[in-house]
């Protein structure tokens, strides 16, 4: 089975003369979930959207589910599902009338997708909701309809941007059983997200991004312990913060070109 997500000296942003990122590389594999993790501005977002195929690379590549967006861009997009941080939903689609709109533009069969709708309804507890029209819905119960759609397709790559945000606890117990039964099916899952224990809790591999370049990746025990070689560091968190800290005290010694004494 194809790597479901190969980053390869990633280089790109919004400007050739000042990249927002730096040679990134990383990949994911099928059933794996990884958290990217930053400060604001750190690069995530423009990753992402080099991911979907929303900005084109300087130099380097991205490969979903083995294929390059030029290789074949049909077959490329449809590798992937993406959940944007801020639900976007037709004004005038019910949730259900969401749901089928996603069953036919990714072309799945309706009997499966049906089965599938009334099982992610049960899982969110949005049944009672499902003739509903976005206006009608509290932002948690809009990020709902967009994580139940993207969990609809299944595809090898699901890509979400801050899931937690608005969710009640429930709620999100609910995306950590559907994310891991997504996973159990074979899909990778690319989060990104500044709640930091859910990651520590969930995810298989963390990247920490910051102003573009990677500082560190690997399991939540290998970043904290990148972070503290005494094994100090008891939460991602304090990982976060001492990684953060100790390269932007790296920067500000070697500003001008030279260390300074």
């Given at each position: 089975?194809?790597?479901?997500?190969?980053?390869?000296?990633?280089?790109?942003?919004?400007?050739?003369?000042?990249?927002?990122?730096?040679?990134?590389?990383?990949?994911?594999?099928?059933?794996?979930?990884?958290?990217?993790?930053?400060?604001?501005?750190?690069?995530?977002?423009?990753?992402?959207?080099?991911?979907?195929?929303?900005?084109?690379?300087?130099?380097?590549?991205?490969?979903?589910?083995?294929?390059?967006?030029?290789?074949?861009?049909?077959?490329?997009?449809?590798?992937?599902?993406?959940?944007?941080?801020?639900?976007?939903?037709?004004?005038?689609?019910?949730?259900?009338?969401?749901?089928?709109?996603?069953?036919?533009?990714y072309g799945l069969?309706?009997?499966?997708?049906?089965?599938?709708?009334?099982?992610?309804?049960?899982?969110?507890?949005?049944?009672?909701?499902?003739?509903?029209?976005?206006?009608?819905?509290?932002?948690?119960?809009?990020?709902?309809?967009?994580?139940?759609?993207?969990?609809?397709?299944?595809?090898?790559?699901?890509?979400?941007?801050?899931?937690?945000l608005g969710l009640?606890?429930?709620?999100?117990?609910?995306?950590?059983?559907?994310?891991?039964?997504?996973?159990?099916?074979g899909s990778a899952?690319?989060?990104?997200?500044?709640?930091?224990?859910?990651?520590?809790?969930?995810?298989?591999?963390?990247?920490?991004?910051?102003?573009?370049?990677?500082?560190?990746?690997?399991?939540?025990?290998?970043?904290?312990?990148?972070?503290?070689?005494?094994?100090?560091?008891?939460?991602?968190?304090?990982?976060?913060?001492?990684?953060?800290?100790?390269?932007?005290?790296?920067?500000?010694?070697?500003?001008?070109?030279?260390?300074?004494?």
């Open positions: 089975m194809a790597t479901a997500l190969t980053l390869d000296k990633l280089t790109g942003g919004y400007s050739s003369r000042k990249p927002v990122l730096h040679e990134v590389s990383f990949d994911i594999q099928p059933g794996e979930m990884m958290g990217l993790i930053g400060l604001n501005g750190a690069g995530k977002s423009t990753a992402i959207k080099h991911v979907l195929g929303l900005m084109l690379p300087q130099s380097g590549e991205v490969r979903v589910a083995g294929r390059r967006l030029e290789d074949d861009r049909d077959r490329y997009r449809s590798s992937c599902a993406y959940v944007p941080e801020q639900p976007s939903l037709f004004p005038n689609l019910t949730v259900a009338e969401h749901l089928r709109w996603t069953e036919t533009a069969d309706a009997r499966e997708a049906a089965r599938r709708t009334e099982a992610l309804a049960e899982t969110f507890r949005m049944g009672h909701a499902m003739g509903a029209l976005p206006g009608t819905l509290s932002k948690g119960m809009r990020q709902k309809v967009m994580l139940m759609n993207a969990l609809l397709v299944s595809p090898p790559l699901l890509i979400i941007d801050e899931p937690f009640d606890p429930l709620a999100t117990r609910a995306l950590v059983l559907a994310l891991n039964e997504a996973r159990a099916a899952i690319l989060l990104s997200s500044h709640i930091l224990p859910a990651l520590e809790r969930n995810a298989d591999r963390i990247v920490v991004l910051h102003q573009g370049r990677i500082l560190a990746s690997g399991t939540p025990g290998g970043v904290k312990r990148a972070a503290d070689a005494d094994g100090a560091d008891h939460t991602l968190d304090d990982a976060f913060e001492k990684l953060i800290l100790a390269a932007d005290a790296a920067g500000a010694a070697t500003e001008g070109g030279a260390p300074r004494v």
